[in-house]
């Protein structure tokens, strides 16, 4: 079966600081995968999804960028945080050849911005 | 551009009570329609998907209808538990299918 694993948890960082947050997914190949951000009480804002290795589409203008080192990896990233960085964010799959377009949801991490 | 309502008030209702949850879209005409359950500091779980040419789709206690014609899905649950306190999103897929944007979800309260 398969599985999606974030980390970390929690993570609390100062304004300023990087940010390396990584997702992998178990059990499927060639995946699309997605990041998203969730502010407190909001929907779910897409921020980057990717194709394939190497492959990265960005939604929105920001400090952020992502990475697919690898096929089942994604790694979203920040040089230097904003206050306005805080958030829920969310790694998601599904599959490449699908109609649907079903997502899967990894369990989040929270992060907090000072 | 595309546009996903769900009502941001939260419902609150008896247990035993049917739900009855409501997404509304704009400036779009999509293929299918799905509806998912998000509980707090989790990700959201996939519940039921909809196709434009399906009129209502049912999967133990969840109905989901879908009017094309009114740019509109309802997401109903019947006899609701408390265990199905959480907040639902509706999602749409956009063009070309690589992407879904999703509403900001309805929070169900259901009391014993």
């Known amino acids: 079966s398969q599985t999606i694993h974030q980390w970390p948890a929690t993570l609390v960082q100062p304004v300023g600081s990087p940010l390396s947050l990584e997702c992998t997914v178990e059990?499927?190949?060639?995946?699309?995968l997605y990041w998203y951000r969730q502010a407190a009480g909001r929907g779910l804002q897409l921020l980057f999804y990717s194709v394939g290795i190497g492959q990265i589409s960005s939604e929105v203008p920001q400090n952020l960028s992502a990475s697919r080192p690898q096929d089942r990896q994604f790694i979203l990233s920040s040089k230097k945080l904003l206050l306005s960085d805080s958030g829920f964010y969310l790694c998601?799959?599904?599959?490449?050849?699908?109609?649907?377009?079903?997502?899967?949801f990894g369990p989040g991490t929270r992060l907090t911005v000072l | 551009s595309q546009k996903i309502e769900q009502n941001s008030e939260a419902l609150n209702i008896q247990e035993g009570k049917t739900a009855t949850l409501t997404c509304n879209y704009t400036n779009y005409s999509p293929a299918y329609l799905q509806w998912y359950r998000q509980d707090p500091g989790r990700g959201p779980v996939f519940l039921l998907l909809i196709r434009e040419n399906e009129k209502e789709k049912r999967k133990e206690r969840l109905k989901v209808t879908f009017d094309t014609t009114l740019k509109q899905s309802l997401f109903h649950i019947t006899a609701s538990q408390p265990a199905d306190s959480a907040t639902y999103l509706c999602a749409l897929p956009l063009t070309g299918g690589f992407k879904t944007i999703f509403g900001a979800g309805t929070r169900l309260f259901v009391k014993a």
């Open positions: 998601a799959w599904s599959v490449s050849s699908g109609n649907h377009n079903e997502q899967f």
């Open positions: 059990g499927t190949s060639n995946p699309n």
